[in-house]
Structure formats: C-alpha cells, structure tokens
C-alpha cells in the first residue's frame, strides 16, 4: 500500500456536504463512536442527510439524546469504551438484532487528559482510543457485511510518538500529549492490520485510518484555554488560529473514506484533507502527512497481537496471518 495523493478533487477545505454530493446512503446502517460530541457529531448528522440510519454507541446516553433530538434516523446505545465488559454488553446486543453494519466509523477518544487508569491498571488513551475500539469491531465482525468499510479516526498527533513498546502503559512517568500520540499511532496501525487480515482471511471489509486535521471541539476538554494560545491552536482574540477547519471540514475525510468509491484498491490507507496522505516530511502537524511508524507492517501485526492478548478478543484467530506474526506474543511482556 502506497501513501501517495491519488487526486480526489477535494481538500483540506471540504466539507461533508462535498464529499457525499451525489452519494445515497438509503438502507445503509452506519455506527459512529463518539456521533454525539464534536466530529462524531457532523458525522452522524452527514451520514444522516445522505440517508443512512446511524447507530450511536454512547458513554453518557441522557447527553446524546439532547444531542441528536433534532437529527431523524439514529438510535442511541449505551457504551463505554473503557469497559470491555460494556463493549461486549453492546456487541451481543446488535448481533442479536441480527441486523448488518456498511460503515463503521471509530471517533470516540480522549485527548491529554491527567493521567488516568482503566481496567486492570491500563494507560487510558491507549485503552480507550485504541483497546476499546479494537475489542468493539472484533466482536461486531460478524455483522460487518460484504463491502463494509471500517474507519478509524487517528491523528497527525502521531508524530509524537511511536507505540512505547517497553513502557506501553507510561508505569515509568506519565506525558499525556505522548500518551496521546501512542494512541493515535495505534489507530493507524490497528487500520492498516485490520484491512491486511481482511483481505487473507477473504472477508469483503476493508479499513482506512483518518487525520481529520486540526478543529477546536470538546475534544480539547482537558487542556487549559492559556495553553490553546500557547500552542498556536488560537488567536490573541480567540478565534481558531490560520489552518484550523471547521467541524463540517473535520468530519469529512472520515466520511469520505467511509463512501467514496475513489478508495477502492487503497484498503488500509492513512488519510488526510479527503485523499490519501503524503509520507511526511517536516514535523509541521499542522502540515500533516503520515509518519513511517505509523505505516509499518510489522509493527501493526505485532500491535494486534498484543492487542488480542490485553483483550481477549480476536475475530481472526487462525490462518497464516496471525501464525506468521506469533513472535509477537513472545516479545511483549506488558
């Protein structure tokens, strides 16, 4: 898979509107983690307009019920995604419907947040961002149908960190922006395994991660508004700082690359401004691109395994995938 612009004919200034001009969702059932908030937000709403019936997984459901009073066609569960018992409470619920997903976009995270644990003592980010998530659409597998597409919301916050394989749950000091970036660049990873495993074991899915660019949303909850400034996220006077998109902009590359049929033969691709990222070559996040670790094959297979291994689930036990990487269960002692 090559990281090389294919000329889609949008950018960084698209907004869902632009990339689902044309586009009919009807019949279609859609889950977005985090629809209610933010992104996820525009996501539901745009996937909603073009037709489609929204599935919204949801840590505070009374929140998202005021949220998507006004948007026809979403149905609100509850889910916490750093619970693996909550996640598999959801997933048996929508098997049991017996009904099939097309899309499944994962938007849900946390960003810098104080350093928190979850579960049996794992780092939060990674657990909620990335463990979370990869335990949610192993266990919904079954309901994925032919032509399925999974995307993963990442970030150019990847940049700062590849996966800490020593010190994956920061038990030597904590830095929430690292801890951040680890999750972000696991969430390329866990794309680019999915949409390979996919593909050996014959299943019609395929899995694209995204980097929706740089939007001020309640995702900024837990950094104080003097460090917005200080980082350049903002103003003097407030406003978003040059370079910044609006939410509209921001969930687009996410529906795009839930839908656009330009994709097609590019499974497993990090995205960016609603076309496939360029290898970066700064450190500019606000320029974007994708960083090698980010891409790298082996990485990624070895990041499953021990993915499966924290979370007991894993939708493609067998095969020469997964035997081909066993090594991986053997190197990590977490």
Not at 137 to 161: C, E, K, Y
Not at 217 to 223: A, G, S
Not at 227 to 245: D, I, N, R, S
Request: charged share 20%; hydrophobic share 45%.
């Amino acid at each position: 898979m090559t990281q090389r612009k294919i000329g889609t004919g949008f950018g960084a200034h698209s907004t869902t509107d632009d990339v689902l001009a044309g586009i009919d969702l009807t019949g279609v059932t859609a889950l977005v983690t985090g629809g209610y908030s933010g992104l996820g937000l525009e996501t539901t709403r745009a996937l909603v307009h073009a037709g489609a019936h929204v599935v919204v997984p949801a840590r505070q459901p009374a929140v998202a019920e005021v949220a998507l009073r006004d948007i026809p066609g979403t149905e609100i569960h509850p889910l916490d995604l750093a619970d693996l018992t909550s996640v598999r409470t959801f997933a048996d619920g929508f098997l049991a419907t017996g009904r099939t997903l097309t899309v499944m976009i994962n938007g849900a995270g946390v960003m810098a947040c104080p350093e928190t644990r979850v579960g049996p003592g794992w780092e939060a980010h990674f657990a909620i961002n990335h463990l979370g998530h990869f335990a949610l659409v192993n266990r919904l597998r079954p309901a994925l149908r032919p032509g399925a597409r999974v995307v993963t919301v990442a970030s150019s916050g990847h940049f700062l960190s590849d996966i800490r394989w020593d010190d994956l749950h920061f038990r030597t000091g904590y830095d929430r922006w690292l801890a951040y970036a680890q999750s972000k660049t696991a969430n390329a990873l866990f794309a680019l395994q999915l949409d390979r495993l996919a593909a050996e074991s014959g299943l019609e899915l395929h899995s694209f991660a995204v980097h929706p660019g740089s939007i001020l949303t309640p995702l900024q909850r837990h950094v104080p508004r003097e460090e917005w400034l200080a980082h350049g996220w903002v103003t003097p006077e407030g406003q978003p700082a040059e370079g910044f998109k609006t939410p509209r902009q921001g969930a687009a590359t996410a529906v795009w690359a839930a839908t656009s049929p330009l994709l097609d033969g590019h499974g497993g691709a990090y995205c960016q401004d609603c076309d496939l990222a360029e290898p970066a070559r700064t450190d500019d996040m606000l320029v974007g691109g994708v960083k090698p670790w980010a891409t790298d094959p082996v990485a990624a297979a070895r990041l499953w395994e021990l993915s499966a291994g924290l979370t007991g689930v894993d939708a493609f036990p067998s095969g020469a995938a997964t035997d081909r990487y066993s090594w991986a269960r053997s190197a990590n002692r977490l």
